[in-house]
């Protein structure tokens, strides 16, 4: 018989309000992240196929609502705790929200951009909804509820109107309604950051983020072996595969920098100032993420002594020093890690630079050339704090 304290009866509630609680990702949660991969693989399709200045603008944008879609009702699950009927049928609606959005990607600079605006619009007026709902259930101020259930009610307007708005005010439109729903986060003295409830269980946040980015990065090795299979495997030179096999590895070498140095770690303090930098430089990061993931796709279409493509070396090597700019970034606000007390700013100089030189190199050099110096780059990022390490343990056991 299901008793009335089972999971599915449990209305929302603040987790300040809870006597047992824990930071783990509920499985709705999980089930919502999975549509983000069929968006994410489909974004990076339509950078692909638009590898110019405004295609490379309007992919940033749209990666920029999908992550907040995603990040804002994680922000909501780490305030509030609820796994009730209602919850999960809302949970569903969001799901279904973002696969509309999805679905409208590979149009999106076209006859798919209603579709996507419709459903970023539906998207925050479920957000709305579940602030409203949870306000009914709190044992203290009802202000944060509130206050957070009429701007995301207000956004959903702005952001439905931009939908029928004509091209391009619609996108600056869209564009200046974005930058609104992180104003309420940011600005000084109307920030929802002033409420005291206002805090997000930091051990949930911290692995919602080392989830995504691990799908974001995961998109890598989809977009690697899509492309190959593609092409057909056995069609290509046995550099090309060698190549193939250099894309998958800098995919997992990129999740093992983000777990040594900041993943899972919670912000050093609750300042505005800390859980913004940090909110905004996990968005950059994994946007880098899916830049080098789709620079990589270009390495099973050419062999050692061919040219890397310039538009995908651009994705690449810019995307790979913002990656490891934004880890010295987040490096600065998170707690201490302790591998990355050997990953000092030098480190994070030497493969940022090395990283910009190959851009550099890539129109003059072959491809074994320029993948060397890239690889230079993100291999500096393990190495040299590994060996920094292995010295310091040898110091140790020496006595010295």
């Known amino acids: 018989m299901m008793r009335l304290d089972h999971p599915m009866w449990r209305k929302p509630r603040h987790h300040h309000d809870l006597e047992h609680k824990n930071d783990h990702v509920h499985w709705a949660e999980l089930f919502y992240d999975l549509i983000h991969v069929v968006s994410i693989f489909l974004l990076g399709n339509f950078l692909t196929n638009n590898l110019d200045f405004w295609g490379f603008v309007i992919f940033v944008g749209v990666f920029i609502a999908l992550w907040f879609a995603w990040g804002e009702l994680s922000i909501f699950n780490s305030i509030y705790v609820s796994t009730d009927l209602w919850h999960r049928l809302y949970m569903l609606m969001m799901i279904c929200t973002v696969m509309f959005m999805a679905a409208s990607i590979p149009a999106i600079d076209g006859k798919g951009w209603t579709f996507f605006a419709l459903g970023f619009a539906a998207n925050r007026l479920i957000i709305a909804t579940l602030y409203f709902r949870s306000q009914k259930n709190s044992l203290a101020n009802k202000t944060l509820s509130s206050e957070q259930a009429r701007n995301f009610l207000i956004f959903a307007i702005v952001f439905a109107v931009a939908a029928f708005l004509p091209k391009p005010f619609a996108y600056w439109f869209f564009a200046a309604g974005m930058v609104a729903t992180q104003a309420v986060y940011m600005i000084p003295k109307i920030s929802v950051l002033r409420f005291e409830r206002f805090a997000p269980r930091m051990g949930h946040m911290s692995e919602r983020f080392a989830l995504l980015t691990l799908i974001v990065l995961g998109e890598g090795f989809f977009k690697l072996v899509v492309t190959l299979s593609e092409k057909g495997i056995y069609k290509v030179s046995s550099d090309v595969l060698v190549n ?157």
Request: a neutral charge; hydrophobic letters at 55%; glycine letters at 10%.
């Open 244 to 400: 193939f096999v250099i894309g998958g590895a800098s995919m997992f070498l990129l999740c093992w920098l983000y777990f040594d140095t900041v993943g899972g770690a919670k912000p050093k303090d609750r300042k505005p100032s800390t859980l913004v930098i940090w909110w905004l430089a996990h968005l950059a990061l994994m946007l880098c993420g899916v830049m080098v993931g789709v620079a990589l796709a270009a390495e099973v279409k050419i062999g050692f002594l061919e040219n890397y493509p310039t538009s995908y070396a651009a994705l690449g090597c810019f995307g790979l020093a913002g990656y490891i700019a934004m880890l010295w970034v987040l490096q600065h606000v998170v707690e201490s890690q302790i591998v990355s007390g050997f990953g000092r700013w030098d480190v994070h100089l030497i493969g940022i630079s090395l990283a910009m030189l190959c851009f550099f190199v890539v129109p003059y050099a072959p491809s074994l050339v320029a993948n060397s110096i890239w690889g230079a780059a993100l291999l500096s990022q393990i190495v040299l704090p590994v060996r920094r390490a292995w010295i310091n343990i040898s110091d140790e056991k020496n006595g010295t």
